[in-house]
């Protein structure tokens, strides 16, 4: 069973950018995507984005305009998600969790989920 | 954000059955077999009861159930007891490796 490491909290300005690290362990970047999944206070969860690491492909929400960057390191199993042009907007836990491969595709479920990264907007 | 419309809060008393309906499109929902479910305790990460519209992995009570008619997919809580207190949030797969959720159900326990 893949376990999912998050980087610390962040307390960021507006306009600056965050960047996000999940360490997978127990599992390969081969059989698995990496998805971000966000929740603001008091509010729902909302995909941000996702990477398949064997492939080095990444898809994110059109409601973050371009402004979410997806990587992987395979020599340590971690992915990262930078974030630009942050406003309060952004402020949210941040999460990170896994699709796995099955057969041919993907099983499009998230589990598991790492534990989490708060990133804080504010002046 | 949220794309998959959930009812804001169900209730029941313990041991009564509840259903959270996740209303979405031809796009979503209805094109792909891949609606999961989700549970959130306060202060915890989320937890995956239910995949596959209607499959529970291991380790999952029975009293957790899916099902699906076109565009709208449901989960059932049978036999509702106090720990199944949360919210819970539908997911879909939407095509070309995205994915939208529900905006969210608060479930309580009477």
């Known amino acids: 069973q893949v376990q999912l490491v998050q980087s610390g909290a962040e307390v960021k300005k507006p306009g600056s950018s965050v960047k996000v690290s999940c360490k997978a362990s127990?599992?390969?970047?081969?059989?698995?995507?990496i998805n971000w999944v966000r929740q603001a206070p008091g509010q729902g969860l909302e995909w941000v984005g996702g990477i398949i690491p064997m492939f080095g492909t990444s898809t994110s929400a059109q409601s973050l305009l371009g402004r979410v960057t997806l990587t992987a390191d395979e020599s340590t199993t971690t992915t990262f998600l930078e974030l630009s042009g942050l406003t309060v907007e952004d402020t949210a836990v941040y999460y990170c969790?896994?699709?796995?491969?099955f057969g041919d595709g993907w099983d499009h479920k998230f589990d598991p989920w790492g534990q989490g990264t708060r990133v804080i907007v504010s002046s | 954000h949220s794309v998959l419309t959930q009812p804001r809060s169900v209730s029941g008393s313990p041991g009564q059955s509840v259903t959270i309906s996740c209303s979405g499109t031809?796009?979503?929902?209805?094109?792909?077999?891949?609606v999961s479910w989700y549970q959130e305790h306060p202060g915890r990460s989320p937890k995956l009861i239910i995949y596959?519209?209607?499959k529970r992995p291991s380790g999952v009570p029975a009293r957790f159930s899916g099902s699906q008619s076109d565009n709208t997919a449901s989960l059932t809580i049978s036999g509702l007891q106090a720990e199944d207190e949360a919210l819970y949030y539908c997911s879909s797969y939407a095509g070309t490796y995205t994915y939208v959720f529900g905006n969210g159900t608060q479930v309580t326990v009477l």
């Open positions: 596959g519209v209607n």
């Open positions: 969790t896994t699709v796995a491969r």
């Open positions: 127990g599992g390969t970047f081969d059989t698995h995507a």
């Open positions: 031809g796009s979503d929902v209805g094109a792909y077999p891949y």
